[in-house]
């Protein structure tokens, strides 16, 4: 998996979830957005950074890179449903960042 560096220029239209509790991505439409996303726990906290992707299953919640900074506390990508990211999307976790798929 190749991992973009975390200034890269495509971060920089990413959608960018920092600090605790969950921010969820749902409905019935795929998103259009083409950037990735970033989840950063903000600071060392007891509650975790979330980003749910419960989209309907089989719609794009994310085209992707994404990028799961647990460096300063939780982070967390949760799919709760199927196909969320596109198959070509690649996802890195650093420090006590983790994916629940």
Do not use: C
């Amino acid at each position: 998996m190749a991992r973009l560096p975390y200034g890269h220029h495509l971060w920089k239209r990413a959608l960018r979830k920092t600090g605790a509790n969950d921010l969820i991505l749902d409905g019935t439409a795929a998103n259009t957005f083409t950037g990735g996303a970033i989840i950063e726990a903000g600071g060392p906290i007891l509650s975790a950074s979330v980003l749910r992707l419960q989209k309907t299953a089989g719609l794009t919640a994310l085209p992707g890179p994404v990028f799961i900074d647990g460096t300063l506390g939780p982070a967390e990508l949760r799919l709760i449903n199927a196909n969320q990211i596109l198959d070509s999307a690649s996802l890195t976790l650093e420090g006590a960042g983790r994916s629940s798929i």
